[in-house]
Every structure is written in C-alpha cells, then in structure tokens.
C-alpha cells in the first residue's frame, strides 16, 4: 500500500492549509487513517486520527478546533484541513495507514506511511 500525502507550502501565520493522502488500494476504507508530523529535532507526533468510516476522529490537544480530519472512502483519499496555523505547526506532516479499523495516536499503530510533506508557517 502506498501514500501519497501532498498540499504542504509556506503560509503566514492565522493563514490555512489543506493536505490530502491518495492510498494506492482501495481496501484501505477498512483502516483507520492518521497524520503524524515531525518537527526539526524533534519526536514525531500524532496529529489527527479517523477511523476506518470516518465517523470518529482524534485530534492532539494542540490542534484541537483549528484542524480537521475527514476521509472519502471512494477516492481513497484522507484530508486534514488545517486553519488558523501558528508558526509552531511548522514541521514534516505525515499521512499514515492505521493496523486496524481504528486511529490510534501512537506511531506503533500504525503499518504505513507516506513520505511527508513539508508545511511552513511564517511569523
């Protein structure tokens, strides 16, 4: 299975971003999807998390009520619009296939993983 993340750029604080992840199978509407990013120097990090029908989703505190997950199970695609970005969201943000029908927010959790795509906010 791969992932395909893009839509990452630079954008100005309190600006938006909307990032999309294609999985290569179609089978993948039976898994649960997440995105993870990772800072310079610092540990990766769950993001925001959906399960396998969408109809659950998971956010870290930091993001709560600025980001938002969705999925169309259809185009195999996973979204994660991001809004009022402040320069600490700067980082590699990662699209990433779950071992199950639900998001954990663990990295173990996880069997898959796309390459990342870099999200730049200025101050």
């Known amino acids: 299975v791969q992932l ?8 100005q604080a309190g600006g938006s971003v909307r990032l999309s992840c294609k999985a290569s199978r179609r089978a993948f509407s039976n898994n649960g999807m997440g995105w993870f990013r990772q800072a310079p120097g610092k540990e990766r990090e769950f993001v925001a998390g959906i399960n396998w029908s969408g109809g ?7 993001v709560k ?10 185009k195999n695609t996973v ?3 991001m809004n009022s970005l402040k320069p600490e969201d700067t980082a590699d943000y990662y699209c990433a296939g779950a071992r199950g029908a639900v998001a954990g927010s663990g990295p ?5 993983w796309g390459r990342g795509t870099q999200v730049t ?3």
């Not at 395909?4 to 954008?11: D, E, N, R, T, Y």
């Not at 659950?56 to 930091?62: I, K």
């Open 65 to 74: 009520g600025r980001f938002t997950i969705s999925r169309d199970n259809a």
């Open 121 to 123: 906010v200025s101050s």
């Open 79 to 81: 979204t994660l619009q």
């Open 4 to 11: 395909q993340a893009s839509g990452g750029g630079l954008v």
């Open 56 to 62: 659950r989703t998971y956010y870290a505190d930091s």
């Open 108 to 112: 173990y959790d996880y069997a898959y």
